[in-house]
């Protein structure tokens, strides 16, 4: 797991423009440093030592005749087969790195090589002789891959703020792209906050040559739930093939840890990893905890568990220097609580295990049972429908009970499903609350991806448009973040090429039947570990938010910030503002009628805001602290 850097293209000091790049990145890798600089292009890595801890695996790695040189982050799980079929096929190894099997597998198979791979990656190979650049990203998006196209240069790397050290680089706020922010907490296309830089998608690999950028998909999930198995079948076969991709994941030469929540996820995986340590986050807040269900848990199966409280004071105080890790404001309040995580997890291992992607592939996130119930409700004619949800939007009191309902079922399942994100701006409030409004966005977003999967079950369309949005732009992106910002390596078993061929055959059945979620998934659980955590129902990562707003010290840090200069223009602030104090001042609020994540959106992007654009560079922490 590490960082890179580089850029194609003519600038002065090319050494030392690219050591400023790779510095920016120091958290991804401070165990070791390299760079190849020519009169044409410039690619820099850090290193954190996984596999092969010596400095033979050390980067840039070259070929045998050093035409091509390789930056990667990530790790190739099937690197040992690969490597023998490319050792048979007369290439000459130089170290025992999982690196080096991208490097000779390019030569062998050129872009091929993609559909061979098992694991998470984003890697660039630069070709000397063709002067020709080949960087690609994995099936899932579980490492982050950036680049931009500017005056006449091409840059690229694993964070966007690597970027800003060029003399070439613009830095320009995209505003464009904020109206969709405010609708799905982060930004839910391959544009960035950065006018001009993009994130290469899942499954996508580029090729830069001549000037020329051509980007290409070689991947794409099919969800047919053509399985003809019976129940029992199928949950043996999950039970296999996760037993099989958590020893995958587990390949290492140094120790391998687990995140613990009290879920069914990372404690189906706990069981399965048979680690010595697990890691739990939580609150002193009564049911924003999850700690004494995770350590009951850890005990339950003899495994240690690491638990700390955060407190308010540091949570609120380390948002700016989050905000730098995370590249981009991402407003899920569990992104800030995963960075303390992965701070306490890195003070004694270097790898843990994680269980994004379970929902996404098994079907496992509440709302997937909303289009199986309220079947009779639903048989009303559409038309009026519509009538009754227009009625619901425009003339019944926002806080009153089953407006919501009405308005969710006054559309169909494509005009009203684009994210897991709750309680954050309609399209209408996004209008209103911009000073230059915004355009309706959602449906560009979300339309061709629902056209993608004509005809399926709503559940397979909304597994299919949250493994497009939400799982890469939210879930993957703050895992990755956060855990570098922490030099942590984190691994994703659910997120497995053998596991989704698997997924991708069950049935509806097999996935949701409410008010159950994730069937099958949880049928294998339950042979393994308690039925209490097997069953679960998914709460999400609880974060007090909406009690913190309403306390005076955080009121008034979120007030002083709604009218500050950056509010000012962007925002109608007074909208801002009266919001703020009726969540403060309101009575009787509950989770799905408050204005926490509201205000907390426009809160995390001001702060972004102040950290990118309020000052000529942001500062790595490691300096400031130093400072």
Same mark, same amino acid.
């Given at each position: 797991?590490?960082?890179?850097?580089?850029?194609?293209?003519?600038?002065?000091?090319?050494?030392?423009?690219?050591?400023?790049?790779?510095?920016?990145?120091?958290?991804?890798?401070?165990?070791?440093?390299?760079?190849?600089?020519?009169?044409?292009?410039?690619?820099?890595?850090?290193?954190?030592?996984?596999?092969?801890?010596?400095?033979?695996?050390?980067?840039?790695?070259?070929?045998?005749?050093?035409?091509?040189?390789?930056?990667?982050?990530?790790?190739?799980?099937?690197?040992?087969?690969?490597?023998?079929?490319?050792?048979?096929?007369?290439?000459?190894?130089?170290?025992?790195?999982?690196?080096?099997?991208?490097?000779?597998?390019?030569?062998?198979?050129?872009?091929?090589?993609?559909?061979?791979?098992?694991?998470?990656?984003?890697?660039?190979?630069?070709?000397?002789?063709?002067?020709?650049?080949?960087?690609?990203?994995?099936?899932?998006?579980?490492?982050?891959?950036?680049?931009?196209?500017?005056?006449?240069?091409?840059?690229?790397?694993?964070?966007?703020?690597?970027?800003?050290?060029?003399?070439?680089?613009?830095?320009?706020?995209?505003?464009?792209?904020?109206?969709?922010?405010?609708?799905?907490?982060?930004?839910?296309?391959?544009?960035?906050?950065?006018?001009?830089?993009?994130?290469?998608?899942?499954?996508?690999?580029?090729?830069?040559?001549?000037?020329?950028?051509?980007?290409?998909?070689?991947?794409?999930?099919?969800?047919?739930?053509?399985?003809?198995?019976?129940?029992?079948?199928?949950?043996?076969?999950?039970?296999?093939?996760?037993?099989?991709?958590?020893?995958?994941?587990?390949?290492?030469?140094?120790?391998?840890?687990?995140?613990?929540?009290?879920?069914?996820?990372?404690?189906?995986?706990?069981?399965?990893?048979?680690?010595?340590?697990?890691?739990?986050?939580?609150?002193?807040?009564?049911?924003?905890?999850?700690?004494?269900?995770?350590?009951?848990?850890?005990?339950?199966?003899?495994?240690?568990?690491?638990?700390?409280?955060?407190?308010?004071?540091?949570?609120?105080?380390?948002?700016?220097?989050?905000?730098?890790?995370?590249?981009?404001?991402?407003?899920?309040?569990?992104?800030?609580?995963?960075?303390?995580?992965?701070?306490?997890?890195?003070?004694?291992?270097?790898?843990?295990?994680?269980?994004?992607?379970?929902?996404?592939?098994?079907?496992?996130?509440?709302?997937?049972?909303?289009?199986?119930?309220?079947?009779?409700?639903? %048989?009303?004619?559409?038309? *009026? &429908?519509? /009538?009754?949800? +227009?009625?619901?939007?425009?003339?019944?009191?926002?806080?009153? $009970?089953?407006?919501?309902?009405?308005?969710?079922?006054?559309?169909?399942?494509?005009?009203?499903?684009?994210?897991?994100?709750?309680?954050?701006?309609?399209?209408?409030?996004?209008?209103?609350?911009?000073?230059?409004?915004?355009?309706?966005?959602?449906?560009?977003?979300?339309?061709?991806?629902?056209?993608?999967?004509?005809?399926?079950?709503?559940?397979?369309?909304?597994?299919?448009?949250?493994?497009?949005?939400?799982?890469?732009?939210?879930?993957?992106?703050?895992?990755?973040?956060?855990?570098?910002?922490?030099?942590?390596?984190?691994?994703?078993?659910?997120?497995?090429?053998?596991?989704?061929?698997?997924?991708?055959?069950?049935?509806?059945?097999?996935?949701?039947?409410?008010? %159950?979620?994730?069937?099958? *998934? &949880?049928? /294998?659980?339950? +042979?393994?570990?308690?039925?209490?955590?097997?069953?679960?129902? $998914?709460?999400?990562?609880?974060?007090?938010?909406?009690?913190?707003?309403?306390?005076?010290?955080?009121?008034?840090?979120?007030?002083?910030?709604?009218?500050?200069?950056?509010?000012?223009?962007?925002?109608?602030?007074?909208?801002?503002?009266?919001?703020?104090?009726?969540?403060?001042?309101?009575?009787?609020?509950?989770?799905?009628?408050?204005?926490?994540?509201?205000?907390?959106?426009?809160?995390?992007?001001?702060?972004?805001?102040?950290?990118?654009?309020?000052?000529?560079?942001?500062?790595?922490?490691?300096?400031?602290?130093?400072?």
């Amino acid at each position: 797991m590490c960082g890179f850097a580089g850029f194609v293209g003519e600038v002065e000091n090319r050494e030392r423009v690219l050591v400023d790049m790779m510095n920016t990145i120091i958290h991804r890798g401070p165990d070791s440093e390299g760079k190849f600089v020519d009169g044409d292009a410039a690619l820099g890595f850090r290193r954190l030592s996984i596999i092969d801890l010596s400095e033979v695996g050390d980067q840039p790695l070259y070929n045998e005749d050093k035409s091509k040189v390789l930056v990667f982050n990530g790790e190739i799980y099937n690197y040992q087969e690969l490597r023998k079929e490319l050792v048979e096929a007369g290439h000459v190894f130089v170290s025992n790195t999982d690196s080096e099997t991208l490097l000779h597998g390019y030569e062998e198979w050129g872009e091929k090589l993609l559909d061979r791979l098992r694991g998470m990656y984003a890697f660039a190979i630069w070709d000397r002789k063709k002067k020709r650049l080949f960087a690609a990203r994995d099936i899932f998006g579980i490492k982050p891959l950036y680049y931009a196209q500017m005056n006449g240069t091409l840059l690229f790397g694993s964070e966007i703020k690597s970027f800003l050290e060029h003399p070439r680089f613009d830095k320009i706020f995209n505003e464009d792209a904020l109206g969709n922010y405010l609708s799905f907490q982060f930004v839910p296309t391959n544009e960035t906050f950065f006018k001009g830089v993009f994130c290469l998608q899942p499954g996508h690999f580029f090729v830069y040559e001549n000037g020329q950028l051509e980007i290409t998909r070689y991947f794409e999930p099919h969800f047919t739930g053509d399985c003809t198995k019976s129940f029992e079948e199928v949950v043996d076969e999950v039970e296999a093939v996760m037993k099989e991709s958590v020893e995958m994941h587990k390949i290492s030469d140094v120790e391998v840890a687990s995140y613990l929540s009290s879920g069914v996820d990372s404690s189906y995986l706990t069981y399965l990893g048979q680690v010595d340590r697990t890691f739990t986050v939580g609150f002193d807040e009564g049911k924003y905890s999850e700690i004494q269900d995770a350590k009951e848990f850890a005990a339950s199966i003899h495994m240690q568990n690491d638990a700390r409280v955060i407190t308010p004071e540091e949570y609120w105080d380390r948002l700016s220097d989050i905000q730098y890790y995370m590249d981009e404001p991402v407003a899920d309040p569990a992104a800030i609580a995963l960075f303390f995580l992965s701070e306490e997890a890195a003070k004694k291992v270097k790898v843990v295990l994680s269980g994004e992607g379970s929902d996404e592939l098994f079907g496992g996130y509440n709302i997937y049972c909303e289009p199986l119930e309220h079947t009779a409700f639903n %048989k009303i004619p559409m038309v *009026l &429908r519509r /009538a009754l949800g +227009k009625f619901a939007e425009y003339c019944l009191p926002r806080r009153m $009970k089953g407006r919501g309902f009405l308005m969710r079922h006054g559309k169909t399942l494509e005009e009203r499903y684009f994210a897991n994100a709750t309680n954050i701006f309609t399209e209408r409030e996004a209008h209103r609350l911009l000073k230059k409004g915004c355009a309706p966005g959602i449906q560009k977003v979300t339309k061709p991806l629902y056209e993608r999967v004509k005809g399926k079950d709503p559940v397979t369309k909304m597994q299919y448009v949250d493994l497009h949005l939400w799982l890469v732009h939210d879930i993957l992106m703050k895992g990755d973040k956060m855990g570098m910002a922490n030099s942590l390596e984190v691994r994703v078993p659910f997120l497995d090429k053998k596991v989704l061929e698997l997924a991708q055959t069950l049935p509806l059945d097999y996935k949701v039947r409410a008010p %159950k979620t994730k069937v099958a *998934l &949880r049928g /294998a659980a339950e +042979k393994a570990i308690r039925s209490k955590t097997a069953e679960k129902k $998914k709460l999400g990562f609880p974060i007090p938010i909406r009690v913190w707003l309403r306390e005076e010290t955080y009121y008034e840090r979120v007030r002083e910030m709604f009218t500050s200069e950056a509010a000012r223009k962007f925002f109608n602030t007074d909208i801002l503002v009266k919001m703020l104090d009726g969540h403060k001042n309101g009575k009787n609020l509950n989770e799905k009628t408050d204005d926490s994540r509201k205000i907390w959106s426009v809160y995390i992007f001001l702060v972004w805001y102040d950290r990118f654009f309020g000052h000529e560079k942001p500062v790595h922490p490691a300096r400031l602290s130093a400072v």
